[in-house]
């Protein structure tokens, strides 16, 4: 594909909000100021000029009220446009659903944060190197159970993606191979800790994960849009195609492949997303005591990864990451989230404490040819979120 092409469709797509419900009137703000709707399409439009072939967006406000941003293209090669209610993968972002699975149960007094982790997987084949009666499930939940992701399976390069983008694993099999690594150190992020917790949720109720995220989150909150695809190569319609962009020359369309996990292999929307961070934080998902602890974080500032990834003083919890919220005048606080990347799908989201203000970006193509791009589209996205949050335009 051409830069000239390229632009072409950018154009040719533009840049389109829909509103659901209106805006503020213009009285109950300066005359300069965007209203929050058109903060939003700024937003969106900024991310799409990084370079991201597709952008959707949705904000939502006290009252409950939505806007939502589209920029760019769904696919390079027609120029069709983004749809605001398309599907993407959830990728990280399941941890949280995950993470409150576990917790539920620990208010059902069916497992204990502090269960040494042999106790639930005692047939893990456990490398020298790692102690199961010393990392418990608390560890697992906010990555400081040194358990390593360098034997997962990824794609570095177009060629690698072309090579194992149909392969399957088992979760088993995905423990087996971490237990071949040297632990990792202090915080360090784990995919596979999350993937031993599935199997957990598995041992303590008889029934896969993914099952019990639907019957004890998605059902009760209404949530049909967000789907278990298992090992699916593909997603539902609408949606946009993934890209990875590898370097100039190297922009590789990644919207068919199997998830490397199959029991954290969720697709969702901008709409469900918002719902589920907001009915967690409102309460409605677990008891005082779970929530208090769900954000009960560690500093991740040692970690170089994190470091150059979120602001200072982010701190991750079980399942949920606790992030700065500066909105001036005064006006400090934390915010809640947890974003997913995976097969190049993007995506950023936060709550308010309160759960009364949420806003979701999900950007269809990663920027993942070096460290400038990857932190410039995190910052675009971050942006986004903290002018939602914040109320910017109200």
């Not at 937003?43 to 939502?68: E, K, M």
């Not at 998830?259 to 969702?268: A, C, D, I, K």
Request: overall charge neutral; glycine content about 12%.
């Amino acid at each position: 594909m051409t830069s000239n092409l390229r632009k072409h469709l950018a154009v040719a797509a533009g840049v389109a909000v829909l509103l659901a419900t209106g805006t503020a009137t213009a009285s109950a703000r300066p005359a300069h100021a965007p209203s929050p709707a058109q903060q939003l399409q700024r937003d969106v439009a900024a991310i799409h000029a990084l370079g991201i072939s597709g952008v959707q967006a949705r904000t939502v406000g006290p009252d409950g009220r939505s806007s939502v941003a589209t920029a760019g293209t769904a696919d390079l090669r027609t120029g069709r446009p983004v749809s605001p209610d398309g599907y993407f993968r959830m990728a990280s972002t399941s941890k949280t659903l995950i993470a409150t699975v576990v917790l539920q149960l620990e208010a059902e007094g069916r497992l204990s944060l502090d269960d040494p982790v042999g106790r639930w997987l005692p047939d893990v084949p456990w490398g020298k190197d790692y102690d199961p009666a010393r990392i418990t499930l608390r560890d697992l939940l906010q990555h400081t159970g040194g358990i390593s992701d360098a034997g997962l399976p990824g794609y570095r390069t177009a060629k690698e993606y072309d090579e194992q983008r149909f392969l399957r694993y088992s979760s088993e099999e995905l423990v087996a191979r971490a237990m071949n690594q040297e632990p990792a150190k202090g915080w360090s992020y784990s995919n596979t800790g999350y993937v031993m917790l599935s199997l957990v949720i598995e041992r303590a109720t008889g029934r896969p994960s993914h099952l019990e995220v639907e019957d004890r989150v998605l059902r009760p909150l209404g949530l049909s849009r967000t789907r278990w695809t298992g090992t699916t190569p593909t997603l539902p319609r609408p949606h946009a195609r993934a890209y990875e962009f590898y370097g100039p020359g190297a922009e590789k369309d990644v919207t068919v492949q199997v998830p490397v996990s199959s029991e954290l292999s969720w697709v969702t929307t901008t709409r469900d997303e918002n719902a589920f961070f907001r009915a967690l934080l409102s309460g409605r998902l677990l008891p005082a005591r779970q929530l208090a602890a769900m954000k009960d974080g560690v500093d991740v500032s040692g970690n170089p990864q994190a470091a150059a990834m979120w602001p200072k003083g982010t701190r991750y919890g079980l399942g949920l990451v606790g992030i700065p919220l500066d909105c001036g005048g005064g006006r400090t606080g934390t915010y809640w989230s947890h974003e997913g990347g995976d097969g190049g799908y993007i995506t950023l989201n936060g709550v308010t404490g309160d759960g009364r203000r949420s806003a979701v970006v999900s950007m269809s193509e990663a920027r993942g040819d070096s460290l400038e791009h990857v932190v410039a589209q995190e910052k675009a996205a971050e942006a986004l979120i903290e002018h939602a949050l914040c109320g910017a335009g109200d």
